[in-house]
């Protein structure tokens, strides 16, 4: 049987002991108080320095945003306006990707502009030498205008695009081969809704340079030609037709009308109806400036195209052109 060792203590050792344990306590007590007055210091300092950083970020977006702000409202006009037209622009942009089929809104006229009489327009015997047609299409780019371009290169021709602003961005590069292959880039108002464009001078205005800045910044060509929707001589303007064209002399640009119409906006017509408007009629003038349309639902038109330009090529004398400084403009009024 173990006897149990028993370990005696003095008093002195005891004290030592305590005093040991006591002092082992009083460090692990400095070293937490430590601890804590760092970590005290160096939280605070942590998180001030992370609000300082999302400060200088937060700052400089909004300083860039009062700078981009700044150009809208000098390029654009006010906030307000700024936000109507984004708006607006994405409503036209959803409304054209949602259907490929652009509705035309036609507009009743009171002539038969392949009839009427207009500068540059004389009958064949009372000028002599080259008869110079213009083919024209307004409305686009659509999804039948890449089409229409294949048709133009091939034949080695150039025309004319009145086109209207549309933001998609499948109509990017569409608009940049225009211009690319040779072609004139011509304006037809920036949202082609009459009520808008025609409800004063100020919203006329508002809409051309629009469409006049986004066909640069797309394309980098500063355009300079214009086609009233519905034609100078519409019905629907509640301004002075006359006021808007001064609106337009002002930024150095001249409109356009037609003296030749492919018919293609009115109902019922077909490849047929549109070849004979226009090979019926180029032969009656000089100086031709032919409206067709590019439009998702114009179908009849880029099928009657090749045909076309090839009754044209044939006739005598007769060359097709884009519309260019030198081109004389053909105007219904004055």
Sequence with gaps: MKRKRFIVMTSDEKTSRSGKVYSKRIQRLRRLIVATVIASCLIPTCICIILSIKYDRLHSSYEQSRTDLNWY????????????????????????ASAEVENEESVSMDVDYANVEVSGAQNPE?????????????????????????????????????????????????????????HTLGMHSY???????????????ADLDKLRVFLYETTGVWTKYYRFPGGSSNNVSTVDMHELIEC?????????????????????????????????????????????????????????????????KEMDDTVIYPITDDTLPVQHIK
């Design 73 to 96: 409202r000098d390029k654009y006009g006010t906030e307000m306006e700024i936000l109507a037209r984004e708006a607006e622009e994405k409503a036209e942009a959803e409304k054209i």
């Design 126 to 182: 009372d000028i002599e030498g080259t008869r110079y047609v213009y083919l024209t299409f307004d409305d686009g780019p659509s999804s039948n205008t890449n089409e229409i371009l294949d048709i133009l290169a091939e034949y080695d021709v150039k025309a004319t695009f009145f086109v209207c602003g549309k933001p998609d961005a499948r109509y990017t590069d569409v608009y940049k081969r225009i211009v690319d292959e040779g």
């Design 191 to 205: 949202s082609h809704k009459y009520e808008v464009i025609y409800d004063s001078a100020v919203s006329f205005k």
């Design 248 to 312: 337009l002399n002002d930024g150095d640009i001249t409109f356009f009308d037609w003296n030749v119409s492919a018919g293609d906006d009115k109902s019922g017509s077909n490849k047929t109806t549109i070849y004979n408007n226009i090979v019926g009629n180029v032969p009656r003038f000089k100086h031709c400036v032919v409206l067709m349309h590019d439009a998702a639902d114009k179908k009849a038109t880029v099928e009657a195209l090749p045909e076309i330009i090839e009754a044209i």
